[in-house]
């Protein structure tokens, strides 16, 4: 599986970005997929993961009620919508792939996910 980061940029706080992830595979529906990230000098952790149909969608607290991830099967893409973007949120976003339990039951963790995206930067500027 190849995945495609894109839309990331410089926005202001209070702004908002759509990141969006393209799949390379024939699949894509069979897949949990999930947006992790990392800011500097942090360590890179979890922000959302979304089921195969859609139907289950689970967030990081510090982005529930601002970011709502989706994706589109006929078009093979997922997507992260980002709003009242924060300075905090300042990160390079990875988008991840996975068809493996853990990744519905542990999504957390970074070993949930065996596809991962080669990430796009989100600067948020105060």
């Known amino acids: 599986v190849q995945l495609q980061a894109s839309g990331g940029g410089l926005v202001q706080a209070g702004g908002s970005l759509r990141l969006s992830c393209a799949a390379s595979?024939?699949?894509?529906?069979?897949?949990?997929m999930g947006w992790f990230r990392q800011a500097p000098g942090k360590e890179r952790e979890f922000v959302a993961r979304?089921?195969?149909?859609?139907?289950?969608?689970v967030y990081t607290d510090s982005v529930k009620g601002r970011f709502t991830i989706s994706r589109d099967n006929a078009k093979n893409t997922l997507y992260l919508q980002m709003n009242s973007l924060k300075p905090d949120d300042t990160a390079v976003y990875y988008c991840?792939?996975?068809?493996?339990?853990?990744?519905?039951?542990?999504?957390?963790?970074?070993?949930?996910?065996?596809?991962w995206g080669q990430g796009t930067l989100v600067t948020v500027s105060s």
């Open positions: 595979v024939r699949t894509f529906s069979s897949y949990s």
């Open positions: 979304i089921s195969w149909s859609g139907g289950d969608t």
């Open positions: 991840v792939a996975s068809r493996s339990r853990s990744s519905f039951y542990t999504y957390w963790r970074e070993s949930a996910w065996d596809n």
